[in-house]
């Protein structure tokens, strides 16, 4: 590939008109794949996938939302939490139509569980275990289908939402945090450890503020003030809300200890620990250590924030949930560490991993394996160069070669053709008589996709071209095909074209399938069409292998 580099560069170069204006059209689907439950979705359902969160104390519920704004969920539905108006689990994804045409913008999940859903309008939804009033809805009965909450928020619009074991965080567009739900440690922040029926909106220190940014633990919260200061409150059994003791917290509490460093713009929070990153990049930590979470190569656990990865480059992201004991985080220049309890591992000093993302971390090593965050699009315009050159196939504004096949037209580049090995023809249209219209330009396109898409029949004819132009890898695909569609109907016009092509490995599995089928396949009119040469040595070679027997 490096020699053909040149080639490569050339060729973009020359097309750079087309190729350049392909990227602002171009998506990419969010890659779901790392997590077991997605693969219960067919490649085409995976392809209309714009946002995506596994949770649940298993990461046994999934929560998906297409290009057009259309809301699944598919999972065990534990306490209703699906919101399919009921509590059957489903492998089958299921629309939730109350929320069809709402763009999400944030989503969070607790451990009963419950949901939260802020819509781009400023929308609030809930469902699922509501034992403590997590839903904002008055009561505690479950909520089986997404419930639309406004009390105490009419004329606000909440763009961030949080969850915690049992308890809700709302963050209006203003700036202002609400909080509702368990209150037994004073998470609410509201003075008293009275549970909360309804959003309320959390004041003490934070009275004046606005907030930019909400996390929840397990049973605390912590708020981001727009000037970078971090504020905290509920329970602090662990040190997790970095104040310097372990007294549980009724109301906010500036965390002193990062004040006059750096303004922090980002923090999370797991289980029982927090991280908060800096406008400079820098990563400190504290909490619950029992796992290594905090990063600091031992397992003792920190009252007040603690800096980790100073030796590293610049941090750009941090993650953790309070689900997990997991944390991870990504540096500038695309490095992804990852610490804490990994899949039954406790890792006690931030490791280097292959992944290029965080959510990949919490993916392969969370301990439940659920989602950080709502995974959402990059919609940042790139387009590989694969596929640029998958859209330009057959695409006659940009080609500049034609081949002729059953009088019709496919269009190529000779720079591709050439790149790919093939003699430069100095012809602008090329006659192909040998072989079929399917075939040939499923074999042009091969040449521009690495893949094969025709039926077994078709895929005869692709053998033949594949064995006449010696491309190997293709024979291996045409063979594939041709295995996979067998059939009692085509399964001796198959092994005739093995035969007829060299493929050794393919007639032995289409002559397996005869003789384990002879008598329907002796019934068929491809049995009796066959010359007589090849009709005798399929005869003798099934009778040698007893298959007259009886």
């Known amino acids: 590939i490096y020699s053909q580099l040149p080639l490569i560069l050339s060729f973009l170069k020359c097309q750079q008109g087309w190729f350049w204006s392909l990227l602002p059209t171009s998506s990419t689907m969010v890659d779901v794949s790392k997590w077991p439950l997605f693969s219960l979705l067919s490649t085409e359902e995976l392809a209309t996938v714009r946002q995506a969160c596994v949770f649940g104390t298993s990461a046994n519920e999934a929560i998906y939302i297409t290009h057009g704004n259309e809301v699944f969920v598919i999972g065990l539905n534990s306490s209703s939490c699906l919101g399919t108006g009921d509590s059957l689990s489903t492998v089958v994804p299921k629309k939730l139509d109350f929320l069809q045409g709402k763009k999400v913008v944030s989503l969070s999940y607790g451990s009963g569980p419950h949901v939260l859903l802020a819509t781009e309008d400023g929308q609030l939804f809930a469902w699922g275990h509501n034992g403590y009033s997590q839903l904002g809805n008055g009561n505690t009965n479950q909520g089986v289908s997404p419930l639309l909450i406004t009390a105490n928020l009419q004329n606000k619009k909440v763009r961030e939402v949080a969850c915690g074991s049992h308890h809700s965080m709302a963050l209006t567009q203003d700036g202002e945090v609400f909080a509702w739900g368990y209150n037994n440690c004073g998470q609410i922040g509201s003075g008293s450890t009275a549970n909360q029926p309804y959003p309320r909106r959390v004041t003490g ?11 929840c633990g397990q049973t605390s919260s912590m708020a981001l003030i727009d000037n970078g200061e971090v504020y905290g409150w509920g329970y602090n059994g662990n040190g997790q809300l970095g104040i310097g003791n372990n007294g549980n917290q009724l109301t906010p509490c500036r965390l002193a200890v990062l004040q006059g460093l750096f303004p922090v713009f980002q923090i999370v929070s797991g289980y029982s620990h927090c991280l908060a990153l800096t406008d400079e990049g820098l990563l400190y930590s504290w909490g619950a250590n029992t796992y290594g979470q905090l990063g600091t190569g031992n397992k003792n656990n920190h009252l007040s924030p603690v800096q980790i990865m100073a030796d ?15 944390s991870a985080a990504k540096t500038q220049s695309g490095q992804v560490y990852m610490w804490g309890q990994c899949r039954g591992q406790s890792i006690i000093v931030p490791h280097l991993t292959h992944f290029s993302n965080t959510d990949d971390v919490f993916a392969c090593f969370g301990t439940p394996s659920v989602m950080w965050r709502l995974m959402s699009m990059e919609h940042d315009g790139f387009m590989t ?37 093939w003699t430069e023809d100095q012809q602008e249209v090329i006659e192909i008589g040998q072989f079929s219209y399917p075939v040939y330009r499923s074999f042009l396109q091969f040449l521009y996709t690495d893949t094969v898409d025709l039926p077994p029949e078709d895929a005869i004819g692709l053998l033949d071209l594949a064995t006449s132009y010696c491309e190997n890898r293709l024979k291996r695909l045409c063979q594939q095909i041709i295995k996979r569609g067998i059939t009692v109907g085509n399964a001796f016009t198959l092994l005739s074209a093995a035969i007829r092509y060299d493929a050794e490995d393919l007639e032995l599995f289409c002559f397996r399938f005869c003789v384990n089928h002879l008598t329907q396949v002796t019934q068929t009119g491809a049995f009796w069409q066959v010359d007589g040469a090849m009709l005798k040595e399929f005869i003798s070679k099934a009778s040698r292998c007893g298959a007259f027997k009886n």
């Open 205 to 215: 220190c934070l009275q004046g503020k606005t907030a930019v940014g909400i996390t």
């Open 312 to 326: 590293k480059e610049r941090i750009v992201e941090v993650a953790a949930c309070h689900s997990t004991h997991t």
């Open 385 to 421: 160069v694969a596929e640029a050159l998958k859209k330009e196939f057959d695409n006659p504004e940009t080609s500049d070669l034609k081949f002729s096949v059953d009088g019709k037209c496919i269009h190529v580049h000779k720079a591709v053709l050439k790149i790919r090995c």
